[in-house]
């Protein structure tokens, strides 16, 4: 197994060199250029100091070079300075790292929480009033665009009936809150982006859940267990589940990139402080080291969830390991 966790983590380096590469490759031939950004791209400016400028931020060495010397440092974690504000882009991104950390550690939560129980007994009770009524739930999870939902949401419950918060991590004055009332005040806020980051991938997961259930339900060993007079929940959590457990691990380690790939909108919806609304900031202000820099935090979140999904085929099936082995 540990042999097998090696190979596969050593394979995903030149996936990650050639992701980054085209990441990088990409961003320059964008119109506009850092220099636009950075004001020395007008015509009103020393042509002496746009060179100078140019040199000390590296941007008058070919493409291929400036990406070599963007690897090395992203090696020893230098992600270099933002155009914006001169600050380092590893100091911008792990201030706002633990915001979205904490709200896709909780929807992650609320995913598995309701998806595996509602797909898992939807196969059990299949075409009941039960699976008919989650299948349209499932539908409208693939079918409704998050942006809108969002919007809809704050409108209802923030803005006519306020309820719930649109805007913001907390509210304004908590430092002086006592413990319980930050708390409780942390929790009112992460209600509604909480939701709609796991709206879609909840239905998602409990779509597969339901429909690996169905065809591990279908097999013989299963209608053995019931001629052996197994009771049913015993067959249904014990055999049947672990058995149907292999794709959904799948689906899971690929949930991580797409929780943080969609909190780019919806962060930037509710304001939330978060790497998701950072991207978006740096990408209107053509900040090409922060752009870098979050898009190197993405690959990295892609790169583990399928690593993680690796791992979990070879520990659910070890048939999987031992055939890498040969």
Request: glycine share 8%; aromatic share 14%.
């Amino acid at each position: 197994m540990l042999n097998y966790i090696i190979r596969r983590f050593f394979s995903y380096i030149p996936l990650f060199i050639g992701i980054t590469l085209l990441s990088f490759l990409i961003i320059k031939l964008a119109p506009g250029g850092p220099e636009m950004m950075m004001g020395f791209g007008s015509p009103r400016v020393d042509p002496q100091m746009r060179e100078k400028l140019k040199k000390v931020y590296g941007l008058d060495k070919p493409v291929l070079i400036q990406y070599l010397n963007w690897l090395k440092n992203i090696a020893t974690l230098n992600f270099g300075v933002s155009f914006q504000d001169g600050e380092k882009v590893i100091k911008k991104i792990f201030q706002r790292l633990p915001a979205t950390v904490l709200l896709n550690v909780c929807s992650i939560f609320l995913i598995f929480l309701i998806a595996i129980p509602i797909g898992v007994y939807s196969a059990e009770k299949h075409n009941s009033f039960f699976d008919r009524f989650f299948t349209v739930f499932v539908f409208l999870g693939f079918s409704v665009p998050t942006y809108w939902l969002a919007l809809i949401l704050m409108d209802i419950f923030g803005v006519r009936f306020g309820i719930l918060p649109v805007s913001g991590m907390v509210s304004f004055g908590w430092e002086n809150f006592s413990f319980l009332k930050k708390i409780l005040d942390l929790i009112w806020h992460l209600i509604l982006p909480v939701f709609i980051s796991a709206f879609t991938s909840l239905a998602s997961l409990t779509r597969y859940v339901k429909a690996e259930m169905l065809e591990v339900l279908s097999q013989d060993f299963i209608l053995s267990a019931k001629a052996r007079g197994i009771p049913e929940k015993e067959i249904l959590w014990k055999h049947a589940f672990r058995n149907a457990l292999l794709p959904v691990a799948t689906i899971a380690g690929l949930m991580l990139p797409s929780l943080i790939g969609g909190a780019v909108i919806f962060e930037t919806i509710f304001s939330w402080p978060g790497v998701g609304r950072l991207m978006w900031q740096a990408v209107m202000a053509r900040d090409y080291p922060l752009i870098m820099g979050n898009g190197v935090f993405i690959t990295i979140l892609t790169l583990l969830g399928n690593f993680l999904a690796d791992i979990s085929y070879a520990y659910l099936d070890p048939r999987i390991r031992y055939g890498n082995e040969k």
